[in-house]
């Protein structure tokens, strides 16, 4: 049988490369997405997609409301920074980071891998790309391991050891890109955008369509998501 | 002005002591609570009055349905065990254990300490009373701080260090019924009880119902949530 691994997949490009990295490793997926009153709530159609063409044996859609705190441009009413230059993406922390977002994903992913008996986690992070999100780091990632290996009846019991697979974390977005297509994702079905219209079409200047529309230029391929 | 804490309120006993400290210590006091499908959500009630009594800025109940994933018995539809002996209860991890539940909590008061600016969190899991949860013991207390403090912006910006207190870690259950009653804790508003009778009577065969029982007789002081 199979191992089973828990695989945060938000409807973005990279946690569809991240889903199939994991499949490609003989992983009997169980994807992970969340409801969590983000601005771009249609990535939920697109994680909805990537499980289905990804092949995965199922996917949850858990509903944690986190406006009620605010603090990010994403959950909050604060306008998603346009057209940012390049340098201004790579410096600082951008108000579109929500606060322990990652780490409260894995949580849950860990809570349902206990009840799987699945070991392994994968996120699909980057550091290269990451647009200065601190739960993107390699150093979040292995502070996530260790207490996973505490926090479980399995660290407890000494039953089995936690990994946490962040096989994207040190690739630039076109080797993403690259990597994704060689192991056949349909990136069409992938939605990046943080601000979308309503109805979902990107809006090409946010932080995320830049990277994204950069990624594609330098992998040397056109984004089939923006094909008419 | 006074700083700020986030305190995890279940409605029990222990977190009710927690948030008595918290006050004490001077913290202005950010209560949060979840509404995770559990079979006692009569609880959210004593967190709500426990709130009000304790005198906190805001509190905050967030839904998060665990039950999607299952695997304890106060999530999924399995018997609560009822009248264990002791060396029974002390002895394994018993399956009301909600897979990675302080995790969970955990990180969603980081995401809310974050927007508020807070450093501090309080929990009041107890290593001594604790029937068996990996996630109530010092080393996963420790294993969350150091990744609190790499999985956000301050930890990140060196602005700031996150401090986890579990004040009632070491305590017994009288321990901390005696510490909750000097400092004017109304334990007649908390409810410990796993598997209520609909209209919120404790069962008092449960673990939860038979730790508490033995706390107040060891105590030597009666439980006033069970004053007629």
Known sequence: MAPKAVVLVSGGLDS??????????????????FDYGQRHRCELEA????????GVE?????????????????TADVDVPKDRPADEMETGIPITYVPARNTV??????GWAEVLGA??????????????????RPEFIQAFTELA???TKAGVEGTGQFRVHAP??????????????????????T????????????????????????GFAAAGTVDPALRP
């Not at 994680?47 to 990804?54: D, I, L, M, V």
């Not at 996917?59 to 603090?71: M, P, Q, S």
Request: proline share 3%; charged share 15%.
């Open 16 to 33: 569809a490369t991240a889903l199939a990295v994991a499949k490609s490793q003989g992983f009997a997926c169980y994807a992970l997405s």
């Open 191 to 214: 939605h990046s955008c943080y601000d979308p219209l309503p109805n979902g079409t990107p809006c090409g200047h946010c932080d995320s369509c830049q990277i994204r529309a950069q």
């Open 119 to 136: 070991f392994d986690l994968f996120v699909g992070v980057n550091a290269v790309d990451y647009s200065g999100y601190p739960d993107c």
């Open 47 to 54: 994680a909805r997609r990537t499980c289905e063409q990804g």
């Open 168 to 189: 994207l974390i040190e690739l630039t977005k076109a080797e993403i890109i690259q990597q994704g297509l060689k192991l056949g994702v349909d990136y069409s079905l």
């Open 149 to 151: 290996n505490v926090a």
């Open 105 to 110: 994903f894995l949580s849950i992913a860990l």
């Open 58 to 74: 199922d996917h949850a859609v858990i509903a944690l409301d986190l406006r009620r705190f605010g603090g990010s441009a994403l």
